[in-house]
Nanobody, 123 residues
Framework: QVQLVESGGGLVQAGGSLRLSCAAS????????MGWFRQAPGKEREFVAT????????KYADSVKGRFTISRDNAKNTMYLQMNSLKPEDTAVYYC????????????????WGQGTQVTVSS
C-alpha cells in the first residue's frame, strides 16, 4: 500500500493560484493511477481530477476544467495539482488518493488516501 502526504494548501484571494503536492512512499508510485478529491464544509467529498500511471491521460470535474491541472513526476514520487483562477467555492480540504485507473472517479476506486490539506479562497 502506498502512503500519501499532501502539502501546499493555504489561504488565497479569489483569482489567485496555489499548487498542491502529494508525496508518496511505500509501494511503487508509478504502479498507481492517482487522483485529487475535495470536501467542502457540510458537503460530501467529490472528485476533482485523476491522472494515469504514466501521466499521459487525465480527467477533470467540470467545475475545475480549464482552471486546474493535474500532473505527476514518477521520478520524485510526487503528484501535483496546479489551481488557477481560484473561486470561493473551491474552498475545501483537498485529498490525494491512489487508485486502479484514471478513468474511475468514484471514491471506492481509490484504496489509499492522504490526510488532506486545507485550501481557503477568500472573496
Amino acid at each position: 500500500q502506498v502512503q500519501l502526504v499532501e502539502s501546499g494548501g493555504g489561504l488565497v484571494q479569489a483569482g489567485g493560484s496555489l499548487r498542491l503536492s502529494c508525496a508518496a512512499s511505500g509501494r511503487t508510485f508509478s504502479d498507481n493511477a492517482m487522483g485529487w478529491f475535495r470536501q467542502a464544509p457540510g458537503k460530501e467529498r467529490e472528485f476533482v481530477a485523476t491522472i494515469s500511471r504514466k501521466g499521459i491521460s487525465t480527467k477533470y470535474a467540470d467545475s475545475v476544467k480549464g482552471r486546474f491541472t493535474i500532473s505527476r513526476d514518477n521520478a520524485k514520487n510526487t503528484m501535483y495539482l496546479q489551481m488557477n483562477s481560484l473561486k470561493p467555492e473551491d474552498t475545501a480540504v483537498y485529498y490525494c488518493a491512489a487508485g486502479r485507473s484514471y478513468s474511475l472517479t468514484g471514491q471506492a476506486d481509490f484504496g489509499s488516501w492522504g490526510q488532506g490539506t486545507q485550501v481557503t479562497v477568500s472573496s
